[in-house]
């Protein structure tokens, strides 16, 4: 079984997302800011990445660019899920190497479609 890492500071946008996925059939590991989301990257294989732009210990935009920086990580899919949902927002998550972009309030079909779809 697949499993995602949902990086959300909002514990109600956490418990949607961690919802759609476990519908969906995959494992949820869910991490508050980054600091967590690295501790739980670093000790479990990961399938997907679904992460929030605005955290509060640093930019989900820095994460992103961090993670597909490092050989270990760079292939893990990464989806940018944010209320920041401006085209220079959507181009500037995608140049950091994120694999998808959504703005929330998520479609919750969307998104698990989304997801499934970067599964490889």
Request: proline residues 2%.
């Amino acid at each position: 079984m697949s499993t995602a890492l949902i990086v959300e500071d909002s514990l109600t946008d956490q418990a949607v997302l961690t919802s759609c996925l476990l519908q969906g059939g995959l494992n949820v590991l869910t991490a508050a800011n980054a600091q967590e989301a690295i501790a739980k990257i670093n000790s479990h294989k990961l399938d997907v990445i679904i992460l929030d732009i605005v955290l509060p210990d640093r930019s989900g935009f820095e994460i992103c660019r961090d993670l597909k920086a490092e050989a270990e990580t760079s292939n893990i899919p990464i989806v940018l899920c944010s209320t920041k949902g401006g085209e220079m927002d959507k181009f500037w998550g995608m140049k950091q190497g994120a694999n998808a972009y959504l703005v929330k309030p998520i479609d919750q079909e969307e998104f698990v479609r989304t997801v499934k779809g970067l599964i490889r």
